[in-house]
């Protein structure tokens, strides 16, 4: 990464062997990070979708940088890997079904993205962000979330997301965020 900045590359390297995402990502995500925290914006930080958290140690360790330590970070994953994939779930490059990519894989290749929540807790402490800021959610997003989301908040890769629910309100529950996509 040539082009970015000491603080980037260092913090790509403290957390490359815990994340799926590529390091010029990484790099726009702690961007992004120094951008809500010089401009003041109010808000939490949420993921979808953590696999080991490592984006989420760089938006940690980016917000310990620009010394934000109380904004509060929330994880949402299965932390037992990917759910069912639909028939919409193709590879990219070449429309072979996510179902079959599983189906010739073992439960413990990467694919799965098995992470345990006592992998990611270690993770994200290992970063010395205050953990009491830290919520971690065991959370099947297609199955719970049939919920109406916030125009700001949208998900990708398989984690499906239903149609309406009204009875949740995510506004009450976290005021502001911004999302980092895999
Ligand atoms: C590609 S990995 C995420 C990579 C991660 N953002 C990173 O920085 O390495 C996808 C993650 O989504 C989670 N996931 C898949 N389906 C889900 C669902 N329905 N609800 C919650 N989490 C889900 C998996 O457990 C996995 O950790």
């Not at 940088?65 to 932390?79: H, K, M, Q, S, V």
């Not at 290749?109 to 800021?133: F, G, L, P």
Request: aromatic share 10%.
């Amino acid at each position: 990464m040539p082009d970015v900045d000491a603080q980037t590359r260092e913090i790509y390297h403290r957390i490359a062997k815990y994340t799926m995402t590529s390091p010029e990502r990484i790099a726009g995500l702690c961007q992004a990070v120094r951008y809500v925290t010089d401009a003041k914006i109010p808000g939490a930080y949420v993921e979808c979708g953590v696999w080991r958290g490592g984006s989420s140690m760089a938006a940690a360790l980016s917000f310990i940088a620009a010394g934000e330590t109380e904004r509060p970070i929330y994880l949402f994953d299965t932390f037992e890997g990917m759910s069912s994939p639909s028939t919409h779930d193709l590879r990219a490059k070449d429309g072979t079904a996510a179902a079959e990519l599983l189906r010739l894989s073992k439960k413990s290749d990467k694919i799965w993205c098995n992470a345990s929540i006592e992998d990611v807790t270690i993770n994200m402490a290992s970063t010395s962000y205050d953990m009491k800021r830290v919520t971690l959610c065991k959370v099947w997003l297609n199955r719970l979330c049939q919920c109406k989301l916030p125009r700001k908040l949208q998900c990708c890769d398989w984690i499906q997301i239903g149609t309406n629910r009204p009875d949740m309100n995510w506004s009450t529950f976290i005021r502001a965020w911004f999302l980092v996509g895999f």
